[in-house]
């Protein structure tokens, strides 16, 4: 299997919503390898609700409809932390 690096989830999906599904990722009895449990995600959504966002331990987001820059720039701050070392560990 294969590590991940970054997800980017739209918040309304048809089974579990990104919210729900970030949730999930960072419980410790959801079948994901342990290594994926902190990689960064960044909600893509129509409704910013940054709070609900960072609560579920997402690391940031993106408006719809989304240019490409804006989603750059916000890959770019993530980056910028794990460059400075910074942790990125979601805020539970």
């Known amino acids: 299997m294969f590590a991940n690096h970054g997800r980017l989830f739209r918040t309304s999906m048809p089974e579990l919503s990104g919210i729900e599904t970030t949730i999930e990722i960072h419980k410790k009895g959801f079948n994901v390898l342990e290594q994926n449990r902190n990689i960064p995600i960044i ?29 750059r720039k916000e890959l770019e701050r993530l980056l910028f932390e794990v460059m400075l070392d910074i942790s990125i560990d979601p805020v539970y």
């Not at 910013?48 to 960072?54: G, I, L, Q, S, V």
């Open 43 to 71: 909600a893509y959504t129509t409704n910013p609700c940054e709070e609900r966002f960072f609560e579920a331990g997402m690391n940031g987001w993106v408006g719809k409809p989304a240019k490409h820059w804006m989603v």
